[in-house]
């Protein structure tokens, strides 16, 4: 069962390069969205859903003129309104804090553009003529990253706020169809630092925030283990005093830098030396960089090869990454208190 579920999970992280181009063949059908007028661009889902969203944000922040958020809550903020382009999306398209936020966008008037395989999403946005666009079901959410994250790139290359977007996605397919395979040798050293020990992830700017976030998530529900992840240089303001303690922990921790080329040059001199002074107070401490030219290259190279750790540790652990048990038995209970 272990080995079966790691080679299908693993088969899914190997399949990400072609998820990418498979939605870029698709690009036509965003071409239908109406050019909406918008203030700032809302991202609502939870965990594999939200993912997507906070790729965009991190590719795209440095760039775009207004502001852009990921929402993982019932709630909206405030600022949601007419002047929101807000994405929702929910690969089951039935989880509930997904479809409360929808459900509040839709009260206030929200440009509302909707992402799922089915369920009340679907559903619900078929019969209120809300734009859909549908992806391939069948996936655990989390392995179908490609499918949720290139169709809000395209939608926002269609509202004229990512001009590259195609170009972009293109280089990343074919980058991380170079990857995958030198990269499995690599992320397998990687999980063997990791095994038994607690995962650190540090950021180092916005771009691999996302890539940390994956990261934790990945690692959480592939590989069955809790993470931290944080991010420099906010780290350097109050993290840093913590690092190493409890002492108990110092020899079961592993540090894993995630940086870009693109990361501030003062930044980049704090994180020379973070790592000098983590040196001691961690068993393992590795800097990884994103490969590729664009933004999005880079995310993506580090995002895969986060996936490609978390189902080898999974399987140095002896766990299975399929199953995700405990979000199975929380949202049953949940369902049952209606
Ligand atoms: O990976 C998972 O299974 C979860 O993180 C889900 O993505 C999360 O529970 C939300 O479900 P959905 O993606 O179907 O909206």
Request: glycine fraction near 8%; include cysteine; aromatic fraction near 6%.
């Amino acid at each position: 069962m272990v080995t079966e579920g790691y080679e299908t999970m693993l088969r899914y992280v190997m399949d990400i390069p072609r998820q990418l181009g498979q939605m870029l063949d698709r690009h036509h059908e965003v071409d239908i969205l109406p050019r909406y007028r918008f203030r700032n661009i809302l991202f609502v889902g939870m965990g594999g859903s939200a993912m997507g969203g906070d790729i965009a944000v991190s590719v795209l922040q440095r760039d775009v003129s207004c502001p852009m958020a990921v929402c993982r809550d019932y709630r909206l903020p405030g600022w949601a309104g007419p002047d929101t382009m807000l994405f929702a999306v929910s690969y089951s398209g039935n989880t509930e804090e997904a479809l409360a936020a929808y459900g509040e966008a839709i009260r206030r008037r929200c440009r509302i553009v909707c992402i799922s395989s089915g369920g009340q999403l679907t559903d619900s946005a078929r019969r209120r003529g809300h734009p859909l666009f549908t992806v391939p079901d069948g996936l655990p959410p989390r392995a179908a990253i490609g499918y949720l994250t290139v169709p809000l790139l395209l939608m926002l290359g269609r509202q004229g706020v990512y001009p590259k977007v195609e170009t972009e996605i293109e280089e990343a397919a074919q980058l991380l169809r170079e990857l995958r395979d030198p990269w499995l040798g690599k992320s397998r050293r990687l999980a063997s630092r990791l095994r038994g020990r607690l995962p650190f992830l540090y950021a180092t700017s916005s771009l691999t925030a996302a890539a940390a976030t994956r990261w934790r998530c990945q690692l959480n529900e592939n590989s069955k283990v809790v993470c931290h992840a944080s991010i420099l240089p906010e780290h350097n303001h109050n993290e840093i005093v913590g690092m190493g303690s409890p002492s108990f922990l110092r020899r079961k921790t592993a540090a894993i830098f995630l940086t870009d080329r693109d990361t501030h040059e003062r930044t980049s001199a704090r994180v020379h030396i973070t790592r000098s002074l983590a040196r001691d107070l961690f068993e393992h401490v590795v800097l990884l960089e994103g490969r590729g030219r664009g933004r999005f290259a880079r995310l993506m190279s580090l995002v895969m090869l986060g996936d490609l750790v978390s189902v080898e540790l999974a399987r140095l652990q002896g766990v299975d990454p399929l199953p995700v048990q405990r979000i199975d038995e929380l949202k049953n209970r949940m369902a049952s208190r209606r």
